[in-house]
């Protein structure tokens, strides 16, 4: 089977830099992708990773270390509206994605 | 921006009663996914289609729900009968070309209450 997990919540000031960690079981893995998630609405995706490193969108950066099933996505200067769930996804070998539970993160002023 | 379209958005029914939701995904992705998210939870893969055939049933209750996508375009979920169990929001995703690409992109989603 396959299983991921996550921080359940995880609360900085803004400005700080916030890392949110995914370890994941699964085979067959292809890849790591991060989603962002607002009270009430859908899904947005971040980010994608398929290869061992860290892969930068502007604020939003992603690391996979395929050795070790592990993955985390860095939030640099946290702004209030990044307040939101974020959930890892695996990638496996049927071509589906398994979500992980969740991290929601909390910005404070 | 092309978007992913599903209703209804809000859907309160009784148990036993049938419920269906439609999807409609952005023009010319072949894959369409329909995921379960119980509150506070991730989303939960139901069923996956490729084009009109089905990938990926494994999570799908088949004794009380079932899904189509007959032209290979938009697709309804159903359930009958309504559990209370159900309660849920219902989301709805496709991604470009066939072999699956990284990127999801997610309906507004159908919040479904099961009174």
């Known amino acids: 089977g396959q299983s991921l997990e996550q921080p359940s919540e995880v609360t900085a000031v803004e400005g700080a830099i916030v890392q949110i960690n995914c370890t994941y079981q699964?085979?067959?893995?292809?890849?790591l992708s991060w989603y962002q998630q607002h009270d009430g609405g859908a899904p947005t995706f971040l980010s994608y990773?398929?290869?061992?490193g860290l892969e930068e969108t502007g604020r939003f950066s992603s690391f996979l270390s395929r050795s070790d099933s592990y993955g985390y996505l860095l939030l640099q200067e946290l702004q209030m509206k990044d307040s939101a769930s974020y959930f890892c996804?695996?990638?496996?070998?049927?071509?589906?994605?398994?979500f992980g539970p969740g991290t929601r993160l909390s910005a404070l002023p | 921006e092309a978007e992913v379209a599903q209703s209804p958005r809000y859907k309160i029914t009784e148990k036993s009663q049938a419920v269906a939701f439609w999807c409609d995904p952005i023009?010319?992705?072949?894959?369409l996914y329909w995921y379960r998210q119980i509150l506070g939870q991730g989303p939960e893969l139901l069923v996956q289609?490729?084009?009109?055939?089905?990938?990926?049933d494994s999570q799908l209750p088949k004794d009380r729900f079932s899904a189509e996508r007959l032209k290979g375009v938009d697709s309804t979920l159903k359930i009958q009968p309504a559990e209370l169990g159900d309660s849920a929001m219902y989301l709805c995703?496709?991604?470009?070309?066939?072999?699956?690409?990284?990127?999801?992109?997610f309906g507004p989603g159908t919040r479904l209450t099961v009174l």
């Open positions: 995703a496709s991604t470009q070309g066939t072999s699956g690409a990284n990127t999801q992109y």
């Open positions: 699964t085979s067959g893995f292809y890849g």
């Open positions: 990773n398929a290869l061992d």
């Open positions: 996804a695996v990638r496996s070998l049927g071509q589906n994605f398994v």
């Open positions: 023009s010319g992705h072949a894959t």
């Open positions: 289609f490729q084009d009109e055939s089905v990938v990926d």
